[in-house]
């Protein structure tokens, strides 16, 4: 009796903590009354950890109200065994009205063609079945004129934001907790539940998943992979907004891409669209987490990965594609910024993006004028005369008046009509001529002008597209020299360029009013090494304008913890010189400005910190350690102790120090000579 007792409360609890699903609860309702239009074989399918247990469970609640024998049969216990299966549906066979419930059905998925040609054609009158999986049912079952009729398919979708609440309300999280938890799960139940179990560590600190969370998410979600190619190339599908095949091949080279594809694209929790494969939400964030909890150095190695292959997508994009492909790069950063930064992935196909037409003209000059008054519109009014095709215009699908516009101009001469008629161009030259003079060849591009009807400078759609549209114009613009941005609403703008390594370089005033200019030279940082640090989790903002004279000065480039991260990168590359030449340092003062070979010159930074860190009977085992580390390239960290002589715990801590004490050294250290000095290295064993 008390069994009876615990078991009935056990299914109202669940059954009460079943939240949304109401047309898959309506569809359940129907077949269980008999209706004529009712199907009698319903269909779950959807990733792990979607709901559709829950949903069978709720089925088989209403069905032993309503005085029905339930019939329940776990796929997992039955080995694709037809046997199995009969023997355990037989009771389904026998009684009138049976409800049948095979859940977990993917696990025996090679009979659903017995199941539908064969068994349930033996069931007793009136029964009824609930089949729950994780693959799509086969097309056969609609093909069939008998079986379209009463068979149904539904896929068990991620739930939506207030349901995502729902249900974390009705697990006790206060609703100031609520927002990380249904930003991290993705709509997906399991991934809810087993979040809203694990609370922030303290009282109003941010939530972030443990290990032990991620783990149970990714078996439970994902389940075992069929090798270590499977598993990078799913690692990829969740970094990327969407994957084809060539993305594939370009992080993971030809390791059999056709074929882990096509093994992608059957999996339940990723979607086949047009554009290609989207992973669900809730997979995407346990994967990445995972990810980067596991092993944070190969999860920045992906994201650079991806992140060049954007670059080439973009620049290899005909031109009208060219600006989904920048959207598709943006999504890498989606998690960085504020929720309204204009660095955003989501397209906006109400928006057109077209070149500037003689009919727009006189509705652009009016919103310059209203946006930043009569002297900016004169600015504008000169540029439309000597640059038209500088400009892109947008505006809504279906209309012809414009609603935003901007210009990117390109500028390879200062010329005094153009100083004349622009304060902000007087300006820019006067810098460019003053700190960093073009060269033979070389040019200048200047995103002038970004206005907006109404809202001026505030973050929108046409915002967004106004800046990927220039991020798009210096991807595929070759031989820039140094860029320029102006905004006039720097507070707002300002740290979101600062972070994209664009500081603030002047503030001129038109008509009374400032616009602040922003600046990158390209000589400084390549687009190449822009798009890999970006792609970098930890990345700190790069300052990639020189200083006034043309060399530089001990620690006026980067941030202390950008330089602290670009000496451990050009470590852990140092066998690898194509990355090797990316490090950030490249653009600090260990490499002199100008420098013919800023790699070389760096290593002869690092080796001469590494020579000179030897002052004391600890900067000696710092210089040990770092070199049997890297240096001489020992496989693994437990190879380098163990060439060292001592156990793996002492080596760690001897290796934490050396870093820091490496790192101040060069932070000291002025620039290096071209001739890297000879390295003082350990006796070979």
Known sequence: ?????????????????????????????????????????????????????????????????????????????????????????????????????IDTFE???????????????????????????????????????????????????PLDAAQSHALLAARGVPAEQRGAFVAFAGGSPLALSLAASVPPAAPGAPWEPTGDVLTTLVERLVGDLPSAVHRRALEVVVQAYVTREPLLRAVLGDADTDTVFSWLRQLPYIEATPEGLHPH????????????????????????????????AVRGAVEDDALLRVAEWMFLFRNQGDPDSLYNYRTHPHIEDTPLRPEDVPGVLRMAEEAEGPASAAAVAHWVRRQPEAFRVHRYAGSCAPVSFMAILRLDAP????????????????????????GPGEHLGIRRFAVQSGGHQRPSPLMELISRRAIGEEMRTRGRAVTFTVFEDADRWGRYLAEAGMPELAAVEVGGRRQHVFGRDWRRQTMEQWVRHRARAAGTAVTT????????????????????????????????????????????????YGSADPSADLRGAIITALNAIQTDPAGVKAHEVLTATYITASRTHKGAARRLGVPYGTYRRHLALAKERLIGQLLRQPATTPTPPRLHSLPEE
């Open 545 to 592: 304008w020189p200083a006034t004279s043309t060399t530089s000065g001990p620690g006026d480039q980067l941030p202390r913890t950008a330089f602290a991260e670009g000496v451990l990168e050009a470590l852990r590359t140092w066998h690898s010189p194509r990355e090797f030449a990316t490090s950030v340092l490249v653009h600090s003062h260990l490499v002199p």
């Open 107 to 157: 696990q025996c998925q090679p009979l659903e063609a017995w199941l539908r040609e064969t068994f349930l054609l033996r069931l007793a009158d009136r029964a009824i079945v609930v089949v729950a999986s994780r693959v799509a049912p086969e097309a056969d079952w609609t093909l069939d004129p008998g079986w379209a009729r009463l068979f149904t398919a539904l896929a068990v979708r």
């Open 1 to 101: 009796m008390g069994t009876t007792g615990l078991a009935s409360r056990l299914a109202a609890a669940r059954a009460g903590a079943l939240v949304g699903r109401e047309p898959e609860r309506a569809v359940f309702d129907r077949m269980l009354s008999g209706a004529v239009d009712a199907p009698l074989v319903t269909y779950l399918h959807g990733p792990g950890g979607i709901g559709k247990s829950s949903l069978v469970r709720y089925a088989a609640q209403r069905a032993s109200l309503s005085g029905r024998r339930v019939v329940h049969v776990d796929g997992r216990f039955l080995d694709a065994d037809p046997r199995r299966l009969e023997e355990a549906a037989a009771p389904a066979c026998a009684e009138p009205g049976a409800v049948l419930l």
């Open 281 to 312: 939400d809730a997979v995407r964030a346990t994967l990445e987490a995972d990810l980067r909890w596991r092993d944070p150095e190969r999860y920045d190695a992906l994201r650079v990965r991806i992140s060049l292959a954007g670059l080439r």
């Open 415 to 438: 010329l005094a009509e153009d100083r004349a008629a622009d304060p902000v161009i007087a300006a820019v030259w006067d810098l460019v001529e003053t700190v960093a003079p073009l």
